[in-house]
């Protein structure tokens, strides 16, 4: 009897070890089943969505460029491109903003998940942000996180300043915008600018 105990008391210290590798693959075990449910549940959710998204007109390039702010947080828009996905039936833009001496630069990409194949286009990426993870090492980091409402990714690299974060507006408009020497609440405070809102 003294060795079940002792074997079960043994058992549950390992168990409760953070870094041994017995509770390690549990906790990942835990997390992808986590994972699997939340893009069944995304999978039934998004059927609806989709189905309206394909039977939306996308914006044109000129409803777009309307939208496009000319400046952000003090950062002056010093280039953009509309349509580029245009062959594929995509509507999107892009545009970067930068301080005086550019050293500081903004850049955003916008896909209007709206159409055909915008809706098929964002289908991928509303799976991904139904995902919730997080990463980390001396060069930086790269996590899930829901901000007012939205469920995003932020990626940031230590080194050299650097900031990604991507969102999926009103489960449309796809967002990637990207920060040089802009950390992350630098880069969420540009987003914040943007009015996505008015987009659609």
Known sequence: MKKYVLALFVFSALISCKDNPVSKKIRETKEAVS????????????????????????????????????????????????????MMGIASIEATYANADKSKQFSITIIDGAGQMGAAATTGIRMVMSQDFEEESE????????????????????????????????????????????DIDETWDAIDELDLEKLG
């Open 35 to 86: 994972n699997t449910t939340n893009a069944v549940e995304e999978m039934t959710n998004m059927q609806d969505d989709i189905k309206e998204l394909q039977e939306t007109t996308p914006l044109t390039n000129e409803e777009l460029k309307k939208w496009l702010p000319d400046e952000v947080n003090g950062m002056k828009r010093i280039s953009f491109k509309a349509g580029q996905a245009g």
């Open 139 to 182: 060069n930086g980091s790269r996590k899930t996180v829901t901000k007012n409402g939205t469920k995003a990714i932020e990626e940031y690299r230590s080194g050299s300043n650097y900031s990604t974060i991507q969102l999926l507006e009103d489960n449309r408009f796809y967002l990637e915008a990207k920060g040089t020497n802009m």
